[in-house]
Structure formats: structure tokens, C-alpha cells
């Protein structure tokens, strides 16, 4: 390559000043950078979910989420992802000649990628077609979907978790489950019956209180009759409400008998619209292609689900599987956060060498790496709880109290994790981690919600109080559960025997709660991980986790750790 310099350029003549002008323009050659993670197979790249899809009883539907994870993992669909996130949705509450229409406009994009979820049942397959696995398969594939565009998750995981609530109240199930069944996403807002599929929102939230629901405000009248299946006039607000072009809302308001759920659609049955009127969309710091907004509600029509009073219990179910999914989102921000980064260090030499053969970077990545392997196991035994349960044979009341358990200990740890590995992981990528394009950024302002939302990190540990108080049974069931994997890593077996002598005399839990939940939850990551039988993963896992403390930050792995081995099982190895 010849190199022009100042000199040659002032003694040269015009014609040779326009080619100098070229040469110069080429001012450098582009190297030692990364490519771009695109167009692989996210799932058949990722061992450990490949793994866990069959440990777990999925085996069946790998076909399904291989076809997912190569549509997921193109450079097409990567960037649909960053479209719906870039462009975000937009209120308009009347039309040009004054109506109102409580209108939210999304990128295209977005009702790309919520088309895509809803055609592979994301939204609905363990209730639409119910079969062991089948949460275990929707698992994976909410996992991988996540991963490429995290904030339609929220509409989808609450239509997903609606069903519960709705199926018991016979005349509303009729009318609605089939359309939330159905696999044709139809973001039309319109009556229900012009549309072909339906989605469904929750509005729980109030101003004065989102963790005390029972603070709320919102009245509701009956029209006429009352009792499940009635209609009702619902008068108050929502500080709340994501998703507010879903079809319907589960919604809590109070009776004269107390708090009480409905379900709220946003057209009425004389096919006039709804009193439900969006006030203004948040201006959230992540989770931004999904639109969250604040609603007034002015005698808007519902129906009651349940019994008058007992609202709480009949959404509660609703709560639980959001709270299932927020463990896995996060495990799938971090999963995702882990891909970028193993890609790059590959790829990435600095003082010539590849970071990947760097000590230090080698640590900290397998740390993060481990940290997944954990997360992802014990979301993977959550989801089979969920599908032993609905078995409804001998083991079902046991598999029930661990999903109950541990659902609330895995949303308390996983998503707390989520923020800090990621705030790592970006750090891993250098200066080109902080940037946009990058997807960190995004992964890293979404981590929190998931941490807020569905019961903020201390109710999460409150509610594992009052599971532990209301049905002690669940604390036998999870070590039972633990029992099963003793035998094969002494510092498991002396974690699990010490935590059993601690769990004879809890004290002071509602002070001390995070200490006892974050060892719950350490615990059951590594009793996956050993019964998943690969060593590599689970002793390097205990070593860290269930040890005495090395460090607080990530990559404080011990020396002799397989480093290079546990990186190589998580990175993609693409391009
Ligand atoms: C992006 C986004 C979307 C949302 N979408 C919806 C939606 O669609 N529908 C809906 O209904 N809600 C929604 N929410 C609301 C969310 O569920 C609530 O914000 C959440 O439940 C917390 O309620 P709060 O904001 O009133 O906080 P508070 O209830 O005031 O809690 C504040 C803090 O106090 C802690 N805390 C509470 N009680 C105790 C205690 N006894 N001891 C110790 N600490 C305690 C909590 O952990 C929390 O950290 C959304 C929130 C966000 C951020």
C-alpha cells in the first residue's frame, strides 16, 4: 500500500491532487474487529438449552424450536428486533376529526416479531395443546425469542398466563379461549368476534400501591346479576398497564365485598367502544418497544372471574406464571449477553493475543457462563415442574409445591443476577459494548424490569416466607428435591446438609430474607447442574457459588477451573 504524506501533496499538480484526495479518504484498513452474531442457529448453537430441552422432557418438540432458533438467529429477524426497539410505540388518544380512539401505534416490526411468537405458540401451547413437555418446549422457545426482542415477551407472557383465570369462569372461557388459542396474532382493535386471535394485558397497579393491591381504589358495580361471568361497571384508574392494545385486561377492583378480578375488554358487547381510556404511554429506560401506559376507566364494562372478594386468589395464578417467566427472560438477556460476548473475545486480540486465551478475561467470561448454565438448569426443572403438575397423577401435589417454591426463589435470584452479569458482559465487549449497535445496551436497560415487575426483588422474598408459613410443605418438597442430586460433589452435599440444619431454625426471615432465599436459590442451580451430569459445568459451578466467598464481582473463579472448556460449550462458534 503507498502512503501519501503532507509533502507529496503539496507539490503535486490538480490531477493529482484528486487522486491524492482518494488515497487520502482511504485513511484506513478495518481490522481485528468482531462479525456481526447473525444468521446461526441460535438453539443447535446452544448446548446447554439443546441439553436441558431433552433432560427436561422436551425432547419431542426440538424440531420446533430449531426451526424458531434459525429464523431467530438471521440477520433479518436480528434486526426486526432493533427496529421494534429503535421506533417506539406512539399514543394517539383521538382520530383527525376529534374522536376518541386511545390508539397505540407500533413499528411494524413489532407486530412482526409478535406475528412470529404467536404462530409458534409461544403465547398459548401449554393450554392449547397440552401434552408432557409442553411447557418444558414453550420454555425453550420464549427463551430463544427473548433473546432477539425482550418487551413483546410482556404481552405474550401475559396471555400466556391469563388462561388459569379465565378457564374456571365457564361462559367467559367460552367466549375467549379460543381466540387466545388461536395462532393468527390479529393486532387489529376491533370486537372480538371480527377478530381471529385475541391477547390479554393485566391492570392491577394502582397509583398509592402496586405490591398492596389491596390498597387499590377501582370500584366495580354489578349491571344487573352478580357472580362470576357478570357484567359489572368498573369506575377508577391504572398507573400500570402494559400492552394497552391488547384485546382485554384482567383487572382488579373493588366490591362491597372486597378486591375482586375481571376481565376488562376493551370493546363492549354492543359493539360500541370500551370506557377504558389510555391517559399516557411511560417513558420507560428499557422494555421500550412495549408500550406501558397509565389508564382511566370510566364505568368501563367487565365480567367477573371468580367469586366477588376473592380476587387476589383468582389472579394469583396469573402472577405466578408472569413470575415463571420472568425467570425466564432473564436467564434468556443473560444467555444472549454470554453469545455476544464468547463471539467476540473469539475474535477480539488485544496485546496480540485473542482475549479468549487471556487468564483474566478467560475467568470472568466462564463465570458469566456458569452463571447461566445455573439460571437456565434450574428455569428448565421449573418448567418440568409445571408439566408434572398438570400430569395430575401421584407426584402432582409435590411437583405443584416445588413450582410454587421454587418459582418464587428463582424470580427473586435470577432476575437480581440479570443486571450486574450483564453490566460484565458488556464491559467484556470494550467501548463497542456501550453502543447501540451492539445489542448490550438494550439487554442491559431491560434486566431491572424483570427484577420490578410481577413482585419486586423483597416481595419475591416475602413471598417465600408465605409459602414457607402458609404450606410449610414446600420447604420438604425443595429438599427432597435437593436430596436428589447428593452423592456426587462433596461441597454440594455439605452446602445442602448445612443449609437443611439452617432451615431447622429460621429466624429473623424478614430481616434476613435475601441471605436464606439467595442460598435456596444457589442451591437448586447447582442440584441441576450436578444431575445434568456434566462435571465440568457443575463442579466449577459449586466451587464458586457454594464455597466461601472469593470476590464479589465476576471472575473470581478458583485456579485449576476449566475455563477455556466452559466457554468453548457456551460460545456459538459462528463465523
Ligand atoms: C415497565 C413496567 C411495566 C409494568 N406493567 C404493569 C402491568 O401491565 N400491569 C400492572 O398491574 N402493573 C404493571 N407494572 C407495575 C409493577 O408490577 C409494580 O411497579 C410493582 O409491582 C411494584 O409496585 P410499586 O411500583 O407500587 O412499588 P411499591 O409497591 O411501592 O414497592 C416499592 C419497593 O418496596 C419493596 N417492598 C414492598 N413491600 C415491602 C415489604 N413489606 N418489605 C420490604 N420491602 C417491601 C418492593 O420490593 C419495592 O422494591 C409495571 C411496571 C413496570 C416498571
Known amino acids: 500500500m503507498t502512503t501519501t504524506t503532507p509533502a507529496d501533496y503539496a507539490t503535486a499538480d490538480s490531477n493529482e491532487i484528486g487522486a491524492s484526495r482518494r488515497i487520502l479518504s482511504d485513511t484506513h484498513e478495518v481490522f481485528n474487529q468482531a462479525t456481526p452474531l447473525e444468521n446461526y442457529n441460535m438453539f443447535e448453537r446452544d448446548q446447554a438449552l439443546s441439553e436441558a430441552l431433552v433432560r427436561e422432557g422436551g425432547g419431542w418438540g426440538e424440531p420446533g ?71 418444558v418446549v414453550r420454555m425453550a422457545k420464549n427463551y430463544l425469542y427473548t433473546q432477539n426482542e425482550a418487551g413483546s415477551a410482556c404481552p405474550l407472557t401475559m396471555t400466556f398466563a391469563c388462561v388459569p383465570a379465565i378457564r374456571d369462569t365457564a361462559s367467559v372461557a367460552a367466549a375467549w379461549l379460543p381466540k387466545i388459542f388461536d395462532q393468527r396474532y390479529d393486532p387489529t382493535n376491533a370486537p372480538l368476534e371480527q377478530k381471529t386471535g385475541a391477547t390479554i394485558g393485566m391492570a392491577m397497579t394502582e397509583k398509592q400501591g402496586g405490591t398492596d393491591v389491596r390498597a387499590n381504589t377501582t370500584t366495580a358495580v354489578p349491571v344487573a346479576g352478580r357472580g362470576p361471568g357478570e357484567a359489572y361497571e368498573i369506575i377508577g384508574h391504572k398507573w400500570f398497564v402494559s400492552a394497552p392494545m391488547s384485546d382485554a385486561f384482567l383487572t382488579l377492583a373493588q366490591t362491597d365485598q372486597g378486591l375482586s378480578c375481571f376481565l376488562l375488554p376493551r370493546w363492549r358487547p354492543d359493539g360500541t367502544r370500551n370506557e377504558f381510556y389510555v391517559q399516557r404511554l411511560k417513558d420507560k429506560m428499557g422494555n421500550r418497544s412495549n408500550a406501558s401506559s397509565e389508564v382511566e376507566l370510566r364505568g368501563a364494562h367487565a365480567v367477573l372471574l371468580g367469586e366477588e372478594g376473592r ?148 416481595v419475591q422474598v416475602l413471598d417465600v416466607l408465605r409459602a414457607m408459613t402458609k404450606t410449610p410443605d414446600v420447604v420438604d418438597v425443595y429438599f427432597d428435591e435437593l436430596e436428589t442430586a447428593l452423592g456426587a460433589n462433596t461441597m454440594y452435599d455439605a452446602y445442602v446438609g448445612a443449609l437443611k440444619a439452617e432451615f431447622t431454625h429460621v429466624e429473623d426471615f424478614e430481616y434476613q430474607g435475601r441471605h436464606y432465599v439467595e442460598r435456596l436459590a444457589k442451591a437448586m442451580q447447582a442440584a441441576q447442574l450436578v444431575k445434568a451430569g456434566n462435571a465440568l459445568v457443575s463442579d466449577a459451578f459449586c466451587s464458586s457459588r457454594l464455597g466461601e466467598s472469593r470476590g464479589l464481582n465476576y471472575g473470581n473463579l478458583a485456579s485449576g477451573t476449566d475455563c477455556a472448556a466452559i466457554i468453548e460449550r457456551a460460545r456459538p462458534n459462528v463465523g
Request: glycine share 8%; net charge negative; hydrophobic share 40%.
Open 65 to 135: 424450536v430449531a426451526a424458531l432458533g434459525e429464523t431467530l438467529g438471521s440477520a433479518e429477524w436480528i434486526e426486526r428486533g432493533f427496529q421494534a426497539n429503535r421506533s417506539t410505540p406512539e399514543l394517539f388518544t383521538h382520530d383527525r376529526f376529534g374522536h376518541r380512539v386511545d390508539h397505540v401505534e407500533y413499528h411494524p416490526a413489532y407486530h412482526d416479531v409478535m406475528g412470529l411468537a404467536v404462530e409458534h405458540n409461544i403465547h398459548a401451547s401449554p393450554w392449547s395443546d397440552p401434552k408432557p413437555g409442553a411447557h
Open 311 to 458: 380476587g387476589v386468589a383468582t389472579i394469583i395464578e396469573m402472577v405466578a406464571l408472569t413470575r415463571y417467566d420472568c425467570m425466564i427472560g432473564s436467564t434468556a438477556l443473560m444467555r444472549q449477553a454470554v453469545a455476544q460476548v464468547t463471539h467476540h473475545i473469539a475474535q477480539r486480540s488485544v496485546m496480540g493475543a485473542n482475549l479468549i486465551d487471556q487468564p483474566l478475561m478467560q475467568n470472568v467470561v466462564a463465570d458469566l457462563c456458569l452463571e447461566v448454565e445455573g439460571a437456565l438448569a434450574m428455569t428448565a426443572r421449573t418448567a418440568r415442574a409445571l408439566d408434572n403438575e398438570a400430569l395430575n397423577n401421584q407426584d402432582s401435589e409435590a411437583e405443584r409445591l416445588l413450582t410454587r417454591f421454587m418459582t418464587a426463589v428463582g424470580k427473586y435470584w435470577i432476575c437480581k443476577r440479570a443486571t450486574s452479569h450483564i453490566g460484565e458482559a458488556m464491559e467484556c465487549l470494550g467501548g463497542g459494548g456501550y453502543v447501540e449497535d451492539s445489542i448490550l445496551p438494550r439487554l442491559y436497560r431491560e434486566a431491572p424490569v424483570n427484577s420490578i415487575w410481577e413482585g419486586s426483588g423483597n
